[in-house]
């Protein structure tokens, strides 16, 4: 069973900089395409960034292009979401997911195989 937990949410100034960590249980972290998605109250879940198994490749929305930078260490069985100029918009639960897709940064929340219980991201003006 894969399990992905999240961690490093917070209640941060407008301006400000958080760094999410994901950690994967198991044994087949470096086999998995990994993505970070976000839900903010009475919104669909939307994609940020995706990052392939290999991390050669990786993704963003418009929204954060520029600000955020998605990376990973498959000896840490780890995904992280550096998130810099953060602005109130950006409240949201970030959840971590992962996808059997190896190659490819997916936007398709469909195409994950695995999710996190999420973390709360909230950003003050």
């Known amino acids: 069973q894969v399990q992905l937990v999240e961690s490093g949410g917070g209640l941060v100034q407008a301006g400000g900089s958080l760094r999410l960590s994901c950690v994967v249980s198991g044994r087949t972290f470096s086999s998995y395409a990994m993505g970070w998605f976000r839900q903010a109250p009475g919104q669909e879940r939307e994609f940020v960034s995706a990052i392939t198994s290999s991390g050669r490749s990786t993704d963003y929305s418009d929204s954060v292009k520029g600000r955020f930078t998605i990376s990973r260490d498959n000896a840490k069985n780890t995904v992280y979401l550096r998130m810099n100029s953060l602005k109130p918009e950006d409240t949201a639960v970030y959840y971590c997911?992962?996808?059997?897709?190896?190659?490819?940064?997916?936007?398709?929340?469909?195409?994950?195989?695995?999710w996190g219980q999420g973390t709360q991201v909230t950003v003050s003006s």
């Open positions: 997911a992962a996808s059997s897709r190896s190659y490819t940064a997916t936007r398709t929340p469909g195409y994950y195989d695995y």
